[in-house]
C-alpha cells in the first residue's frame, strides 16, 4: 500500500513546489510595483508647514490640500508628524530614509457616497461605505520636524478588485513636492 502512495505524494509534492515556485515569482513582480526596495529615499522638495494641533498634510497631484479637498478615491498621500504639535511645524526638504513599509486595509466608517455594488448595500445598512488601501513608508531622518511616516492610498470597494498604489501612483500624488528615490 505505501508503495502505491509513493508515486502520489511525489507527483503531489513536485506539483506544490512548482504552485510556490510560480507564486514567489507574482510575489517578487507584485513587489517590484507596489514596495520601494531596501535603501529607497523620500527627497521632500521644499518646505512643507503643518498647521497647529493637525500633525500631517495632505498632496495629491503635487499640491498640498486640507483634508475636506482631497479626492478620497484618487491617489493621495498624508506626510505626517509623531503627534499633533499645538503649533505650526515646518517640515524641512531634505532626504528621509525609507526604514520600513507597511500596506494597510482599512475600513472607512464614513458615511459617503459609495462607489461600487457592494459598498453601496453597505451604506445603505449603515457600514463601512469604502475601505483605504494605503502603502506606509516609515521614514528616518535628522532634525525635531522629520517627518515620521508617508501614508499612500485611495479608498476603493473591496468587491471590485482593489488594489494597493504602484509606485508611479505615489509618485504622481507627490508631484513636485517630493521624489521617491529607488536603487
Request: hydrophobic residues 40%; glycine residues 8%.
Amino acid at each position: 500500500m505505501r508503495a502505491k502512495l509513493l508515486p502520489l505524494a511525489l507527483a503531489l509534492t513536485a506539483t506544490v513546489a512548482a504552485a510556490c515556485a510560480q507564486a514567489s515569482g507574482l510575489e517578487r513582480r507584485w513587489q517590484r510595483l507596489h514596495t520601494p526596495p531596501p535603501g529607497s529615499v523620500l527627497v521632500l522638495n521644499r518646505a512643507v508647514e503643518v498647521p497647529p494641533g493637525e500633525g500631517e498634510v495632505y498632496v495629491q497631484d503635487g499640491r498640498v490640500l486640507p483634508y475636506a479637498d482631497v479626492d478620497p478615491f484618487r491617489p493621495h498621500c498624508a506626510l505626517e508628524l509623531r503627534g499633533a504639535p499645538p503649533v505650526a511645524v515646518t517640515v524641512p526638504p531634505g532626504r528621509y530614509r525609507i526604514v520600513r513599509v507597511v500596506h494597510d486595509e482599512d475600513p472607512n466608517l464614513v458615511r459617503a457616497p459609495a462607489r461600487g455594488p457592494l459598498l453601496a448595500g453597505l451604506w445603505l445598512a449603515g457600514g463601512p461605505s469604502q475601505w483605504m488601501y494605503a502603502t506606509e513608508l516609515y521614514l528616518a531622518g535628522d532634525g525635531p520636524n522629520a517627518p515620521w511616516r508617508l501614508r499612500c492610498g485611495h479608498w476603493e470597494d473591496p468587491s471590485l478588485d482593489p488594489r494597493f498604489l504602484t509606485l508611479d501612483e505615489i509618485r504622481a500624488a507627490l508631484g513636485s513636492l517630493a521624489t521617491l528615490e529607488t536603487p
